[in-house]
């Protein structure tokens, strides 16, 4: 036989054999403890069957056939997924400690490197959450004076609609100004103009990064994280953005060092300055510069999109249902008026408003897949068992076990 002959036959020998493993493999996830799921393929997985467009859509038509509970394979590495309130519920609250750590998506690695409040796990998330809460909290998370700056932020962003007189524009660059000044009020202290050069700027990076983390690019660079490390496209433009936003942040706490006042504090990093400043003498402290500027970035990021995507999404939303536009309006003219800015104690005389905010959020689905987990042992949910991740695998594959909400 020929060389090229003997290659060939190889070749479609080890291709077979590995088909043959990922059916019976398919076949074992259903009739075992595993989660059932659609066949994988050798590398590829279930690539080619998930839409990545339209990745929701594709795993909620999957749930349909599989249960809320199955197993996708995101190139070689298995997801498993949960759909639907009740499921999600189940795990997340009734079993929160097996389900609690963070998935490390390859993106998201080298974007934070494990650092800050979203991307953390373990220790360094509990202690980084807690001070975070607790920090907003104090500077009036829910208080008065949070609601003032709302107030005032809210002025000035109707002062900009009047000046449109009448006429159709986008708002969405003004939302995403309003909704991103009261964040860098609680974060930095301070407001920006809409016109700002730094502050424009800023939001551009972050537009950016949203519309690249949101596009196949990311979930291809999720899935095959080496090989695309080596394909040219809007994923490599990541790290760039990240490193403008770092060394943003980074003039800020610059700033804020020169002027600290412990006395006096202004703002999240003013907070996070100090204690720094008190675990100086501990041997091992989450309160690093890292830290600090991941954080603060988290604070921003996670604040400003998707509250300023909500209100717009809302506005589109009201637009096509007229009717219960007009329930909201005259309830609001009702309760509130026109003599005065609307505050939290008028929620609890507003029901009809309150009920279509939350359906806008519900409808919208703001972030459908969620953030994704994982369990570190085996875990037993219902009549499956999740295996647990292997952490030195983490950073080479997609994350192990995913959330989808219908």
């Known amino acids: 036989m020929e060389p090229l002959g003997t290659v060939t036959l190889f070749l479609g020998v080890c291709l077979s054999c590995l088909l043959l493993l990922a059916i019976v493999r398919s076949r074992m996830q259903g009739k075992g403890r595993q989660p059932p799921g659609p066949t994988p393929l050798p590398i590829l997985g279930n690539i080619l069957q998930l839409k990545t467009t339209f990745l929701s859509k594709t795993l909620e038509q999957l749930s349909e056939k599989y249960g809320p509970v199955f197993t996708v394979h995101f190139g070689r590495s298995p997801v498993v997924v949960l759909h639907g309130y009740d499921t999600i519920k189940e795990a997340l609250i009734d079993h929160a400690d097996e389900f609690a750590p963070r998935g490390r998506l390859p993106l998201s690695q080298k974007i934070n490197k494990g650092q800050g409040i979203i991307s953390s796990n373990g220790e360094r998330w509990k202690v980084l959450r807690r001070f975070a809460l607790t920090t907003l909290r104090n500077f009036g998370m829910g208080k008065k004076s949070i609601e003032e700056r709302i107030q005032e932020e809210s002025q000035y962003l109707l002062e900009k609609f009047r000046d449109t007189k009448g006429k159709p524009f986008d ?236």
């Open 171 to 406: 708002p969405t660059f003004l939302l995403s100004c309003a909704t991103s000044n009261i964040i860098c009020s609680i974060v930095f202290g301070a407001h920006f103009d809409y016109d700002d050069e730094r502050f424009l700027a800023l939001l551009n990076i972050f537009n950016d990064n949203f519309k690249i983390l949101s596009s196949p690019w990311a979930q291809m660079a999720n899935l095959f994280p080496s090989f695309m490390d080596l394909i040219p496209g809007p994923h490599q433009r990541i790290i760039k953005n990240r490193e403008k936003l770092k060394e943003f942040v980074s003039q800020a706490v610059k700033q804020h060092k020169e002027t600290l006042d412990p006395s006096a504090t202004r703002d999240f990093i003013d907070c996070f300055l100090i204690r720094m400043e008190q675990e100086k003498k501990n041997g091992v402290s989450e309160f690093t510069p890292e830290n600090l500027v991941a954080s603060v970035l988290d604070l921003f990021a996670a604040g400003t999109e998707t509250t300023s995507t909500t209100i717009r999404y809302g506005l589109l939303i009201l637009q096509k249902y007229p009717e219960v536009e007009e329930k909201v309006h005259e309830e609001i003219d009702r309760v509130v008026g026109r003599g005065r800015a609307p505050c939290i104690a008028d929620r609890g005389q507003m029901p009809y408003t309150d009920a279509v905010i939350h359906e806008i959020q519900r409808f919208i689905s703001l972030v459908p897949l969620s953030v994704p987990h994982l369990v570190v042992k085996d875990t037993q949910f219902r009549q499956y068992v999740i295996p647990k991740v292997n952490e030195s695998a983490q950073g080479r594959a997609s994350p192990a076990w995913s959330f989808s909400s219908s």
